[in-house]
C-alpha cells in the first residue's frame, strides 16, 4: 500500500525557512521521481519541484534559488527546502508520485 506523508508546514514570519519531508512506504522509492505541488486558497494546484530518482532537479521558475528539493532513498523521504519565504507561498504543500498524493503541509508565512 503506497502511503505519502508530509509534515514541516507551519506558520513562518516573511524571510523565514522550512523544511518539509514527505515520508514514503509501499513502493520501489529509489527508482521513481517525486514532485512537490503547492495549492494556495482560491488556487489551482501547482507543480513546485521535480526530484527523479538519481537526483536531477526541476522547479516552477518562481521557486528557483529559493526552494531546494533532494531525497534520501535510505529513508524514502523525499524534501523541500525553502528560504526566504514569501506571504504569497502560504498554502498547502502535498507531494506526490504518480498518482498517489499526500493529505498536505499547510505552510502559513505571514508577519
Known amino acids: 500500500q503506497v502511503q505519502l506523508v508530509e509534515s514541516g508546514g507551519g506558520l513562518v514570519q516573511p524571510g523565514g525557512s522550512l523544511r518539509l519531508s514527505c515520508a514514503t512506504s509501499?513502493?520501489?522509492?529509489?527508482?521513481?521521481?517525486m514532485h512537490w505541488y503547492r495549492q494556495a486558497p482560491g488556487k489551482q494546484r501547482e507543480l513546485v519541484a521535480t526530484?527523479?530518482?538519481?537526483?536531477?532537479?526541476n522547479y516552477l521558475d518562481a521557486m528557483k534559488g529559493r526552494f531546494t528539493i533532494s531525497r534520501d532513498n535510505a529513508k524514502n523521504t523525499v524534501y523541500l527546502q525553502m528560504n526566504s519565504l514569501k506571504p504569497e507561498d502560504t498554502a498547502v504543500y502535498y507531494c506526490?508520485?504518480?498518482?498517489?498524493w499526500g493529505k498536505g503541509t499547510l505552510v502559513t508565512v505571514s508577519s
Open positions: 509501499g513502493f520501489i522509492f529509489s527508482i521513481y521521481t
Open positions: 506526490r508520485f504518480g498518482s498517489y
Open positions: 526530484i527523479t530518482g538519481v537526483g536531477n532537479t
